[in-house]
C-alpha cells in the first residue's frame, strides 16, 4: 500500500486503528462552501482499492441524494 501522509487519510487511518477497522470510508458536507468530498482508508493495498470503489459508490449516490433534495 502507498502511504498517504495527507491530514484527512491520516484521520481515517487514526480512525480505522483506534476501533479496529480494515476500511473506513468517510463523508464530508459543506452545504455553505458547496463541497461534498469522500477520503477512504484501507489497511492493505487491496483493501485501500475496494474502499476506494466503495468510496466512489457513497459520493456518488450522496450526491444524487443532494441533488433530488435541493
Known amino acids: 500500500m ?3 501522509p495527507t491530514p484527512k487519510v491520516a ?3 487514526d480512525f480505522g486503528n483506534k476501533f479496529g477497522k480494515d476500511k473506513v470510508v468517510i ?3 459543506d452545504y455553505k ?3 461534498l468530498e469522500v477520503t477512504t482508508y484501507g489497511r492493505t493495498k487491496e483493501m485501500c482499492g ?3 470503489k466503495l468510496g ?3 459520493y456518488d449516490a450522496t450526491l444524487q441524494f443532494m441533488e433530488d433534495n435541493e
Do not use: H, L, P, Y
Open 2 to 4: 502507498a502511504w498517504n
Open 50 to 52: 475496494e474502499a476506494e
Open 33 to 35: 462552501a458547496g463541497t
Open 27 to 29: 463523508i464530508s458536507i
Open 56 to 58: 466512489k459508490a457513497i
Open 11 to 13: 484521520a481515517a487511518r
